[in-house]
């Protein structure tokens, strides 16, 4: 039996490798399970230091398996929901910064997904779309939170309530993508981001991260004493005393993640 998500670590990048290529990786059940699974093994693993999300086949994530919800819609949503949100409140957590690898195609669930990453590298080609409103459902994995505050509510509405297809060149306008790389790159650039990733201070992207996506809900006092207790706790780690030895001695510091 071919199992739903690949799951591998090597050189401090987990990487998750959705593996349904016949279905364009729509998710059903056994791979929201298995994707919890995976996370929460990561999540215990101080030795992770990046995540890397990609699919396998021509598509990243075509959205839901219909036939999840198909004989059952209650029942069906809410098996598949459960692990699925309770593996996005995980890898949003991470200090390890988060990576979506994405081509062919990134639609409803698997576009919410996406979206929930910290750094998105999509192949020139690929085409994205919410989805869910030419279903007659809402959103769900966190869309209605990360959207509007990457592309701001009066976008975000055109891009949910309208159901539309855009291209990777849309994507990258609005800004729901970093880069667009040819893709016969696009594994080699996305590995060299990760490997980037994975070498540099762990704990001060995650309270990086932390104050970014809390900024929006705090006044400027909050958000300054916020930073502060960031920076006074990062002040205590390893990785700030290399980073200032560096600094003075005019060399690259060696980052070790605590």
């Not at 990561?42 to 598509?59: E, F, M, P, S, T």
């Not at 990760?194 to 104050?211: C, D, E, F, N, V």
């Not at 920076?231 to 390893?238: D, K, Q, R, S, Y």
Request: hydrophobic fraction near 50%; glycine fraction near 8%.
């Amino acid at each position: 039996m071919t199992h739903p998500l690949l799951f591998s670590r090597a050189d401090g990048i987990a990487t998750l490798q959705f593996n349904r290529p016949a279905q364009l990786n729509a998710l059903d059940v056994p791979t929201a399970q298995a994707l919890l699974a995976a996370v929460q093994e990561i999540a215990a693993d101080r030795n992770v230091r990046a995540v890397l999300l990609k699919g396998a086949g021509r598509a990243f994530v075509a959205g839901g398996d219909l036939a999840t919800l198909q004989a059952n819609p209650v029942q069906g949503a809410q098996d598949l929901l459960e692990p699925l949100n309770a593996a996005v409140t995980l890898l949003h957590g991470l200090d390890a910064p988060v990576i979506a690898q994405v081509h062919g195609a990134a639609a409803g669930a698997g576009l919410s997904l996406m979206l929930m990453c910290d750094f998105v590298l999509a192949a020139e080609g690929t085409k994205f779309n919410l989805a869910y409103i030419n279903l007659g459902t809402s959103c769900d994995v966190g869309a209605s939170w990360a959207l509007p505050r990457i592309v701001g509510v009066r976008q975000a509405l055109e891009i949910a309530l309208l159901g539309e297809a855009f291209t990777a060149d849309d994507a990258l306008r609005l800004g729901l993508v970093n880069r667009l790389v040819p893709s016969a790159e696009l594994d080699s650039t996305t590995a060299a981001l990760a490997q980037r990733l994975a070498s540099g201070p762990t704990l001060a992207y995650g309270a990086m991260k932390r104050l970014m996506r809390a900024s929006m809900d705090h006044t400027l006092p909050e958000q300054l004493a916020a930073e502060k207790d960031a920076f006074v706790h990062c002040a205590g780690t390893e990785d700030f005393r290399a980073g200032v030895e560096a600094f003075h001695q005019r060399q690259s510091p060696q980052f070790v993640g605590r």
